[in-house]
């Protein structure tokens, strides 16, 4: 693409997003009618890729909603075409009739067009998915991979991503759909993440991709259909993938995300041993990041939650494993990496611990850390160097090192024991430590229900 053009491109889609009614946008759409091309689609698709992968759901949005109505400026239809009776019909699909099958399609293109209009608004498309639950079946699962098959085959590059993202929302919708058959919405959202997997390859689209084995690997998790064993297996792969793109340096908090996920897979297993690493080395990234927590920031708030799960289980691991020790310290960290939030929150460090030109030089590198993960989200193949610098130099200002078993027994003399609570989901335990026991002693008392 002509670098001018595409400069052309990308000014008409910053003054599209800044228009604050439609009115606004269709009078410029009308007046740059000339600019409304496939290029300016697949500008429109590259700008929303890079919204999706930082997380930016208001700005992906917008930018579905560009698509659209550049269709409509055009006098052309949507974007995500409508799915067709003329699919080629597997052996499986041989008990319904020709009208039955288009019962379907006309379903699944009203689906899909919701989802992508609505930009995968809940309150939008779920009363369509009650409305229509008889449809919502293995039927249905194998016209979408028939049909994205298909249509993945004739189109354009760009024109089969913006079809793709419209399935991964509608993946992402219904394995989380709380009501029909459970077990169908999974294998809706498994085929539906599958299809998308031959658009979005780890070579062309390496953040997208992992993302979706990433959802996969939940998918398959909570499976109910199949051998569980065979379904754990999948979902260990998919999670092992993802994290072929999702390193620490690269993508720090999805391969948080990603290594926890994987966690509770091996955990569900009863493989406590590779459990334990993954946590370990989970919990290893998540410290890493603790500079980087942002007040009011709601993402940031339910990802600390997710973390203190983490921390949780692998609490739970280690008492699996009897190791009583690791359980203590794995608690007394978690405390400390709530405290230190709480500090980098609050702006705030131990008085009289650090000086103040040290402070300042925290504050800026929190600023620096900040204006650097913006700018990477925008690069279309981000460099880490530089923001892995500026997180290496906070912790190295602001230390943070887990206290040892042996440092706790330390703090105690013969006279004095520490008493440790821990609430788990059916019971809570007490730990007592005393400095002349090697391992603290546990109780254990039942939660009634």
Not at 115 to 124: K, P
Not at 182 to 210: C, H, M, Q, R
Not at 422 to 435: A, L, P, Q, R
Request: proline letters at 3%.
């Amino acid at each position: 693409m002509d670098k001018k053009r595409l400069q052309k491109y990308l000014e008409l889609i910053k003054k599209l997003l800044s228009c604050s009614t439609d009115e606004e946008i269709n009078q410029i759409l009308l007046e740059n009618k000339n600019l409304l091309d496939v290029g300016f689609l697949q500008t429109v698709v590259t700008e929303l890729e890079k919204a999706l992968n930082e997380g930016d759901e208001s700005r992906a949005n917008r930018l579905r909603y560009l698509a659209n109505v550049r269709d409509k400026a055009l006098n052309s239809s949507s974007s995500v075409p409508k799915p067709s009776a003329t699919v080629n019909v597997e052996h499986n699909l041989e008990s319904l009739s020709e009208e039955e099958i288009q019962v379907y399609l006309q379903f699944l293109a009203e689906v899909l067009q919701i989802t992508n209009e609505s930009g995968g608004d809940t309150q939008v498309v779920y009363p369509l998915f009650a409305a229509n639950i008889d449809k919502l079946d293995a039927n249905l699962a194998e016209i979408l991979r028939l049909w994205a098959t298909s249509i993945f085959e004739k189109a354009e590059v760009e024109e089969a991503k913006y079809i793709a993202i419209a399935i991964c929302e509608f993946s992402n919708l219904i394995q989380q759909f709380p009501l029909g058959n459970t077990a169908n919405n999974i294998e809706l959202a498994i085929i539906g993440y599958e299809v998308i997997l031959t658009i979005f390859t780890k070579d062309a689209s390496p953040a997208i991709w992992a993302m979706t084995q990433n959802n996969l690997g939940a998918a398959y998790w909570q499976r109910i259909k199949g051998d569980k064993a065979d379904n754990i297996e999948q979902a260990i792969n998919c999670y092992q993938d993802a994290l072929i793109v999702y390193t620490r340096n690269d993508f720090p908090q999805d391969n948080a995300d990603t290594l926890f996920n994987l966690g509770l897979t091996y955990q569900d297993a009863k493989r406590f041993n590779e459990a334990y690493t993954t946590f370990e080395q989970a919990i290893e990234t998540v410290e890493s990041l603790r500079g980087e927590i942002v007040s009011g920031d709601e993402t940031k708030r339910k990802q600390a939650e997710e973390w203190n799960k983490l921390y949780h289980n692998m609490v739970k691991v280690c008492l699996q494993l009897k190791e009583d020790t690791k359980a203590i310290e794995y608690i007394e960290r978690s405390k400390t990496r709530n405290l230190t939030e709480l500090l980098a929150i609050k702006d705030i460090y131990p008085a009289g611990d650090i000086p103040e030109n040290v402070i300042s030089k925290l504050r800026q590198l929190r600023q620096d850390i900040d204006i650097e993960k913006r700018r990477l989200a925008a690069e279309e193949k981000p460099d880490s160097t530089h923001i892995n610098k500026l997180r290496q130099r906070f912790n190295e200002l602001f230390p943070y090192k887990p206290i040892q078993f042996e440092e706790i027994k330390k703090l105690l003399d013969k006279e004095t024991a520490i008493i440790q609570f821990y609430i788990f989901d059916d019971c809570f335990k007490v730990f007592i430590i005393t400095c002349d026991n090697d391992q603290p002693i546990i109780g254990t008392l039942k939660l009634r229900v």
